[in-house]
């Protein structure tokens, strides 16, 4: 989230040296300052996230559909006339109304909108749920699945079958809460199903240098803890 400054950019600038051929995304709020800061990072993608239940759109924004409507469409137009590519991440869409969020989705992709995120922001969601509203898409959607209930990779495996051209996973599954869908799950149970052109086996190699990385800084941290004095 570029807009956090100083170590944020810092560490997305040198993820672009780094990146080798994979993409580099920021992430934004409905905010033209946001998208500014995410400018001077040089991203391959501008990602927006909004609120797009009734109640988050009052409790987290303080707005109404209609000012949500208009500065999401003003946002999005401008990351997409500077020449980059925006995805728009719909929050809590498990919550909203299909009426609201739907025409809201198609005016988006209009515009140049590359991709819708679903996100089930609560984790309430059933397979079942999931196939049923990614169903109702006629547009490039990907799904971004929470584990609350333990189905975030049965979740993403639905709205893939419903025509999700993206899956938000993650090493181990973290994320916020319960977590979000585990990457290697989901490739190792996707491919009985679909190729999803990433080979599992890989991965546990990527999953130990994850977690000797997080074990070396959890270590470090507590023995700065030590050295510190008792306030």
Known sequence: MPAIGGDEKDAILRLQEIKGNVLVSTWNRVSRDD?????DCR????????????????SKLGKDAAWLRRELRNVAELALERGYRVTVGFEDASRADPDFMLPLARTLVEAGVDRIRFADTLGIMTPSAVYDALSRFDLPVGIHAHNDLGMAVANSLAACQAGAVSVDATLFGIGERAGNCN????????????????????????EREAAALIWKNVTEKEKKCERSPPS
């Open 35 to 39: 998208v500014l800061h995410s400018f």
């Open 43 to 58: 991203p391959d993608v501008i990602h927006i996230g909004a609120p797009v239940s009734g109640q988050l759109i009052s």
């Open 183 to 206: 990457l290697r799950a989901f490739v190792e149970t996707a491919d009985s199903a679909f190729d999803t052109g990433i080979r599992a086996k890989r991965l546990s190699g990527l």
